[in-house]
């Protein structure tokens, strides 16, 4: 009779992901980006690249527009002038 074979070592128990990046985005956005989304796809399927610009450009304008009135934060998430790094701030004026 020979000798049993070795215990095999156990995997170590998985550990808790980190936080990921995404996890504070709030549900607003990601239904807004999903619309957002839908009706650029809806452009794209109608008119081509041409439509499909056209309404990514037209959203970009409105969610500007609404932050620069209002003086908020948007569903966008862009960040304000004063949290800017540097990447983003190289067309930056005073």
């Given at each position: 009779m020979s000798a049993p074979p070795p215990p095999r070592p156990q995997a170590a128990p998985p550990s808790p992901p980190g936080r990921s990046r995404w996890a504070g985005v709030p549900?607003?956005?990601w239904i807004a980006l999903?619309?957002?989304a839908f009706i650029a796809l809806i452009g794209l399927a109608a008119s081509?690249?041409?439509g499909f610009?056209?309404?990514?450009?037209?959203?970009?304008?409105?969610?500007?527009?609404?932050?620069?009135?209002?003086?908020?934060?948007?569903?966008?998430?862009v960040p304000n002038r004063k949290n800017l790094d540097g990447s983003g701030s190289a067309g930056k004026t005073g």
């Open positions: 549900l607003m956005t999903g619309v957002v081509g690249a041409s610009l056209l309404v990514v450009s037209f959203v970009a304008f409105g969610t500007a527009l609404y932050s620069l009135v209002t003086g908020r934060r948007s569903w966008a998430l």
